[in-house]
T-cell receptor, first 114, second 114 residues
């Protein structure tokens, strides 16, 4: 089955700096890669996703890049703000056909310091 | 709130007791997923439904676990003869018919087995 590894496990940045979180996946059939933000005690929130037919997607201060050859994808957050502090999870799944179960990474605790 | 809802939000039970959780997906979402999340880990897939049909079950779902979605709307997850190792956050997610790969999570039910 799919295996997703995520690094780093914790990341501390100064407000206004950029943050980068990296994930690798094992199953070359995976073609959908979402990122979730989870604040303490709250539900995972889908913040951005990318499908394998594109290499990069941007939404305001967040962007995701995908390298299918190397089987890795990354989340980039620019101009970080204190409200960006949370745990971020990457995930991978296959879109076509049957179930789209997500395989998640182990999470990155992002702390944005003033 | 038109998001995924789950009840109860917290459940404390004694080892050996049965528990049942409920998930109400976003209206008209035809796919419904159950995941389990333990502290410091990403969610792990348990099972999923397309309408009322349960189409996939993880090996994590032992025979003490059963899930139903009788009318293709809400779903229940029952755990029989609970064990301390069942203590976790149980998350439900749903996805729309036209974007089946996008999963939106509920707030979860936190189970504590004493």
């Amino acid at each position: 089955g799919e295996n997703v590894e995520q690094h780093p496990s914790t990341l501390s940045v100064q407000e206004g700096d950029s943050a980068v979180i990296k994930c690798t996946y094992s199953d070359s059939a995976s073609n959908y890669f979402p990122w979730y933000k989870q604040e303490l005690g709250k539900r995972p929130q889908l913040i951005i996703d990318i499908r394998s037919n594109v290499g990069e997607k941007k939404d305001q201060r967040i962007a995701v890049t995908l390298n299918k050859t190397a089987k890795h994808f990354s989340l980039h957050i620019t101009e970080t703000q204190p409200e960006d502090s949370a745990v971020y999870f990457c995930a991978a799944s296959g879109i076509a056909g049957g179930g789209n179960k997500l395989t998640f990474g182990t999470g990155t605790q992002l702390k944005v310091e003033l | 709130d038109t998001g995924v809802s789950q009840n109860p939000r917290h459940k404390i039970t004694k080892r050996g007791q049965n528990v049942t959780f409920r998930c109400d997906p976003i209206s008209e979402h035809n796919r419904l997923y159950w995941y389990r999340q333990t502290l410091g880990q990403g969610p792990e897939f348990l099972t999923y439904f397309q309408n009322e049909a349960q189409l996939e079950k993880s090996r994590l779902l032992s025979d003490r676990f059963s899930a139903e979605r009788p009318k293709g709307s809400f779903s229940t997850l029952e755990i029989q003869r609970t064990e301390q190792g069942d203590s976790a956050m149980y998350l439900c997610a749903s996805s729309p018919r036209d974007r089946a790969y996008e999963q939106y999570f509920g707030p979860g039910t936190r189970l504590t087995v004493t």
